[in-house]
């Protein structure tokens, strides 16, 4: 395959092909640190690059769950973090969801106890 040349003599320098996403990514972990508690961490970003100041709704599936903190705002590095209490014999069967709001619609994650 020939190689194309500007019209100075010069090589035409080729450019990866990038990932662009469309929409912010947004990551979550959930860990139990006690019986009766658990520490959810997660992260937003734009096309890997951190957002800042991103208020972050959390629910989850049973109601059982008491978030120390609700929104979350994301640090300088996009992560955001809380605990939250349980009943033990619940911590189990957990799944919570991440919302944010991106142009005006909500955009959501989930992710389940990882025992």
């Known amino acids: 395959m020939a190689k194309k040349r ?54 989850e599936s049973s109601d059982s769950l008491n978030f120390d903190s609700d929104p979350l705002l994301t640090n300088a590095s996009g992560i955001f973090t809380t605990t939250a209490s349980v009943l033990p014999y619940e911590a189990d069967d957990i799944q919570v969801f991440a919302t944010i709001q991106y142009n005006g619609a909500p955009l959501s994650t989930s992710s389940r106890l990882s025992t």
């Open 6 to 59: 500007c019209r100075c003599g010069g090589k035409i320098p080729r450019i990866p092909l990038q990932i662009i996403s469309e929409f912010p990514d947004i990551t979550l972990q959930i860990s139990e640190t006690e019986d009766t508690q658990l520490k959810i961490i997660g992260r937003v970003s734009y096309n890997k690059t951190p957002l800042k100041n991103v208020k972050v709704a959390l629910r």
